[in-house]
């Protein structure tokens, strides 16, 4: 017999909340105390955010569940719309229970967005929110700066002379190198704008900007439909 299994329900779920939530199914499977350990609040607790109270009291549909496993995989299947509805949504990274957000183009700082000349929106019934159309052709928008900093650790200008080069097409023009966005299951095209670490002690960096920058201001473009920006763990 396994002395670990002796050991009382408490003491293997305090010690199973210490591995991951992959880790925790599979221990799961081990024996009847196991999958009692496992299922134990105090678990799963640890799994989720320290503020998910405070989350799930934003959501604009009451979340239901049974316990605290329930909850964590309500999160981690379908995102949440919070506060109203109209700027974001939130859900955990199944694996690991770290937060995702996606902000609305709503919320986002766009140039001459509030001019319908050149920006209109509009609703689609697959998408979460309302989206940002630049019109239905497609065309100048193959090279774009894309960056991600921390405001209070780095100025724009050293930010944007580290830009990296994405490219605004379903396929990348001749001669020019940058990333390209790539198809999401949900049928939207993404593409990678930067990176942050923020370390590992939960410490606040302060505020982070994500932007794209316009390589060629003076070029007309249109044909770009934004629904929002992620920000998410890798």
């Not at 650790?153 to 966005?181: F, S, Y």
């Not at 590992?200 to 505020?207: F, L, M, P, R, V």
């Amino acid at each position: 017999m396994n002395p670990f299994t002796m050991l009382p329900e408490g003491c293997i779920s305090e010690i199973i909340s210490f591995t991951t939530p992959v880790d925790t199914i599979r221990s799961s499977v081990i024996s009847r105390g196991f999958k009692a350990a496992a299922e134990s609040d105090i678990v799963w607790d640890k799994f989720l955010p320290s503020d998910h109270q405070n989350i799930v009291s934003r959501s604009v549909s009451p979340i239901l569940f049974d316990n605290k496993e329930d909850l964590y995989f309500r999160l981690s299947e379908s995102p949440i719309l919070l506060d109203e509805g109209k700027m974001q949504s939130f859900w955990l990274d199944k694996t690991n229970g770290k937060k995702c957000y996606l902000l609305s183009s709503r919320q986002l700082t766009i140039s001459f967005s509030d001019t319908e000349l050149f920006w209109e929106h509009t609703f689609d019934a697959d998408s979460r929110y309302p989206r940002q159309d630049w019109n239905s052709r497609y065309h100048g928008l193959e090279l774009t700066n894309a960056m991600v900093r921390f405001v209070s650790q780095e100025n724009e200008d050293e930010a944007e002379e580290r830009a990296t080069i994405v490219i605004l097409a379903a396929r990348a023009p001749r001669n020019l190198k940058g990333k390209l966005p790539e198809k999401r299951t949900d049928g939207w095209l993404e593409v990678e704008i930067g990176k942050f670490y923020n370390g590992e002690s939960g410490d606040d960096n302060g505020d982070v900007e994500a932007r794209l920058l316009d390589s060629r201001p003076f070029h007309a473009k249109v044909g770009l439909i934004i629904e929002g920006i992620e920000f998410r763990p890798i």
